[in-house]
């Protein structure tokens, strides 16, 4: 079974600007979710989308949007970036009440 | 709300030594628990989870971990640490139903002295 895949691995954009992160579910796992992990920090949950609709925020402002496609791919896209929005951003995927996440390897974005 | 507590944010052990990663969790549902290990400039990987069955739950790599209620406790061990046990291990939570929200804790550095 193929993993969750994040695209791409590192970014780096200027403070104001506007990202965009994707992520493939894993094969069969219907429910994304994602997380912000700054440096020395455990990853803090953005949001979860299922049935493309999201489905549980976490204390993030409203410039953290996502979408989940038909096939279960996701994006975050994140606007007027600011410095502290420098992270790892990761993925999760699973399957509808089947609680334990598979992660995907991660973004690496800097803001400048 | 939901939190994890890890304590100690750094253990070092020696290799061949017992492994203890304490966890401690606040939870007003029954919860569900977890330990996740990351490698550098990677994902997280589920190590395993309790999700009200065993409270003695055996994982990966020679883990397992024993859930508590008395005392809100989910500490991961393994009797014999290896060298590529090094990595930084995340306890989390989740309330049973609802949608499936993780809150992880800060994480625990494990450095294995050979």
């Known amino acids: 079974e193929t993993g969750v895949t994040q695209s791409p691995t590192h970014l780096i954009k200027t403070r104001g600007q506007q990202v965009t992160l994707r992520c493939s579910s894993q094969?069969?796992?219907?429910?994304v979710s994602w997380y912000q992990q700054a440096l020395g920090q455990g990853p803090q949950f953005i949001f979860q989308y299922y049935r493309e609709e999201e489905n549980g925020r976490g204390n993030f402002p409203p410039r953290f949007s996502g979408l989940q496609f038909p096939n279960y791919s996701s994006e975050l896209n994140v606007n007027a970036l600011e410095l502290d929005d420098s992270a790892l951003y990761l993925c999760a995927s699973s399957r509808r009440g089947d609680y334990g996440y598979t992660f995907g390897s991660g973004t690496r974005l800097t803001v400048v | 709300a939901q939190s994890v507590t890890q304590l100690g944010s750094h253990v070092s052990v020696s290799e061949g030594a017992l492994v203890l990663l304490r966890c401690n969790y606040s939870?007003?549902?029954?919860?569900?628990l977890f330990w996740y290990v990351q490698y550098p400039n990677q994902g997280l990987q589920l190590l395993l989870k309790y999700t009200s069955a065993a409270t003695l739950v055996k994982g990966i790599n020679g883990f397992e971990a024993e859930f508590k209620k008395s005392e809100t406790s989910f500490h991961l061990t393994k009797p014999s640490a290896h060298m590529s046990d090094a990595a930084e291990y995340f306890c989390?939570?989740?309330?049973?139903?609802?949608?499936?929200?993780?809150?992880f804790g800060i994480g625990t550095k494990l450095q294995v002295i050979p």
């Open positions: 989390a939570v989740s309330d049973q139903g609802g949608y499936q929200k993780v809150t």
């Open positions: 939870s007003s549902v029954p919860p569900y």
């Open positions: 094969s069969g796992h219907n429910t």
